[in-house]
């Protein structure tokens, strides 16, 4: 009899170890699929765009365009830009009164990029016509990973400013 404290002891020993290794093995999952939090940021993006619109242009050749793109997945590059209305529609950035040409745009993983007066923004070149307040422009935004995204800017008054109203 004396020996069975000491079988009970060990078995109870090697249950204990057994079932957290399987816990542990549970919580560290080798599915890929199995993110955490810090990987969830690497999932695909959910693009939408928000707020679009155009002043109505001053000159008969090119435009201003601004929006916001709302993110809600993982991170993703705006990589061109296109419209009907325009040649060539390009991404710039305003850097202190300059503007400079911008390649591509970062969208952040659950995040936003704006384009917006004396910030990033769009330009429309060599336009086909001149729009009215009141327009839709269509213009086609192409991403690295979610492919392309249709958006509508809404002509406003040359001094429209959705900060100011």
């Given at each position: ?6 079988r ?51 000159l ?47 969208v ?5 990029l ?52």
């Amino acid at each position: 009899m004396t020996r069975t404290p000491r079988r009970t002891t060990l078995v109870g020993a090697i249950v204990v170890t057994v079932v957290s290794s399987l816990a542990l093995a549970g919580c560290s999952s080798g599915d890929p699929d199995t993110k955490t939090s810090a990987q969830q940021g690497a999932g695909k993006p959910r693009l939408s765009v928000v707020d679009g619109f155009m002043p109505k242009p001053a000159l008969t050749d090119m435009a201003g365009g601004f929006l916001t793109i709302v993110n809600k997945g993982g991170a993703d590059k705006l990589i061109s830009m296109s419209s009907p209305l325009a040649d060539e529609v390009m991404g710039h950035r305003t850097v202190g009164q300059k503007m400079e040409h911008v390649a591509s745009f970062d969208v952040p993983a659950n995040g936003e990029l704006d384009f917006e007066r004396g910030g990033n923004h769009l330009m429309f070149m060599q336009l086909s016509e001149l729009p009215k307040v009141g327009d839709k422009v269509e213009v086609d935004l192409t991403f690295e990973k979610a492919g392309k995204v249709k958006a509508e800017l809404e002509v406003k008054e040359a001094t429209y400013n959705p900060k100011n109203n």
